[in-house]
């Protein structure tokens, strides 16, 4: 059995995102790499970015303990450009 370790990536805000895009002109597409384990960018999928919106979580407030929904902006990647095999999964 491998050994186990904690993974606690640092998520980023809005704020972190517009810092990170701050002078890049408007038409810059933005890539997405996914890893392929946690932690593990060796040989990430790259994606591209298509949707942003915001997405409600525990819409009964149950997680939270608060009423009401919670919501979190979500951005929505899929396989970038390209020619694909129709039975690629």
């Given at each position: 059995?491998?050994?186990?370790f904690?993974h606690?990536?640092?998520v980023?805000?809005a704020?972190r995102l ?8 408007d038409?810059?597409p ?13 040989g990430?999928?790259?994606?591209v970015l298509?949707d942003?919106?915001p997405?409600?979580?525990d819409?009964?407030?149950?997680e939270?303990g608060?009423p009401?929904?919670?919501v979190?902006?979500t ?8 020619v694909?095999?129709?039975d690629?999964?």
């Amino acid at each position: 059995m491998a050994d186990m370790f904690d993974h606690n990536p640092q998520v980023w805000t809005a704020g972190r995102l517009r810092e990170a895009l701050a002078g890049l002109p408007d038409e810059t597409p933005i890539h997405v790499g996914v890893a392929d384990g946690p932690g593990d960018f060796e040989g990430y999928g790259e994606y591209v970015l298509v949707d942003a919106e915001p997405v409600e979580l525990d819409t009964d407030g149950e997680e939270s303990g608060e009423p009401g929904p919670r919501v979190q902006f979500t951005l929505f990647a899929d396989a970038k450009a390209g020619v694909y095999h129709p039975d690629m999964d």
